[in-house]
Nanobody, 119 residues
């Protein structure tokens, strides 16, 4: 069984930076992709960024392009989300997820880490 654990969330002032980490444990992970999603209070969960495990192609939501950067460590089955120029509207619970080989979408999710940006 694969488990994902996020870390690095917290409280930050607008304009600051945070770096989120996501570690996989359990059975060896051979993902197609891994990604970050977020859910703000009263809103639907939304896509933030993703990275293809093979090749490393990255994708971003328009709202975070130019401010956030996703990266991966292949051997450690980890991904990161570097978040710069943070805004109050980035406040949300951030979730890490993976799409395993054979899955039609993201099929393993972490518990989430809270990010709160004060103005």
């Amino acid at each position: 069984q694969v488990r994902l654990a996020e870390s690095g969330g917290g409280l930050m002032q607008a304009g600051g930076s945070l770096r989120l980490s996501c570690s996989a444990s359990g059975r060896p992970l051979s993902p197609v992709a891994m990604g970050w999603f977020r859910q703000a209070p009263g809103k639907e969960r939304e896509f933030v960024a993703s990275i293809r495990w093979s090749g490393g192609a990255t994708y971003y939501a328009d709202s975070v392009k130019g401010r956030f950067a996703i990266s991966r460590e292949l051997r450690q089955n980890k991904i990161y989300l570097q978040m710069n120029s943070l805004k109050p509207e980035d406040t949300a619970i951030y979730y890490c997820a993976t799409q395993r080989v054979g899955a039609s979408g993201y099929d393993v999710w972490g518990q989430g880490t809270q990010v709160t940006i004060s103005s």
